[in-house]
T-cell receptor, first 113, second 114 residues
């Protein structure tokens, strides 16, 4: 099945800096890559997703890039704010047989004022 | 509020016992996913149902089982509980069962096995 690796496991930045979280996946048939944000004590929520027919997608301060050849995708957060502090999960979904979401282990992002 | 309801929110039980976690998906969603979240393992996929049928299985232990009922709510049964089963269990639902659309998570059930 699909395997998703996520790095780093923790990331500390100063407010206003940029943050980058990287994920790699194993199944070349994967074609949907969402990112979820989980604030402390709360449920994961989708923040952005990308499909394999595009290389980059932006939504205000967040962007996701996809490199299908290298089988990796990244989340970029610019002008970070303290409220961006959370655990971020990447995920991948394949077209091989029945598909479900396979998540990475998460990155804890800490934004210091 | 995601529209996905999980009960109970907290559960404390002893080793060897059996518990049932319940999930009501968003109105109209046919697919239900169960995930286990522990500190060092992220979101581990357990099992998925779509319109009452098992669709995909992840790393679900034989002591665990699930089902989705005709009204689309789902239950996750955990038996012969061990200390290591202590975790946050999430249910998520989506309109389609192909993993290509947003999954809406419930608030989770925190299980503590003592």
């Amino acid at each position: 099945g699909e395997n998703v690796e996520q790095h780093p496991s923790t990331l500390s930045v100063q407010e206003g800096d940029s943050a980058v979280i990287k994920c790699t996946y194993s199944d070349s048939a994967s074609n949907y890559f969402p990112w979820y944000k989980q604030e402390l004590g709360k449920r994961p929520q989708l923040i952005i997703d990308i499909r394999s027919n595009v290389g980059e997608k932006k939504d205000q301060r967040i962007a996701v890039t996809l490199n299908k050849t290298a089988k990796h995708f990244s989340l970029h957060i610019t002008e970070t704010q303290p409220e961006d502090s959370a655990v971020y999960f990447c995920a991948a979904s394949t077209d091989s047989g029945y598909s479900t979401l396979t998540f990475g282990k998460g990155t804890m992002l800490l934004v210091s004022p | 509020d995601s529209g996905v309801t999980q009960t109970p929110k907290h559960l404390i039980t002893a080793t060897g016992q059996r518990v049932t976690l319940r999930c009501s998906p968003r109105s109209g969603d046919l697919s239900v996913y169960w995930y286990q979240q522990s500190l060092d393992q992220g979101l581990q996929f357990l099992i998925q149902y779509y319109n009452g049928e098992e669709r995909a299985k992840g790393n679900i232990l034989e002591r665990f089982s699930a089902q989705q009922f005709p009204d689309l709510h789902s239950e996750l049964n955990l038996s012969s509980l061990e200390l290591g089963d202590s975790a946050l269990y999430f249910c998520a639902s989506s309109a389609r069962g192909d993993g290509k659309t947003e999954a809406f998570f419930g608030q989770g059930t925190r299980l503590t096995v003592v």
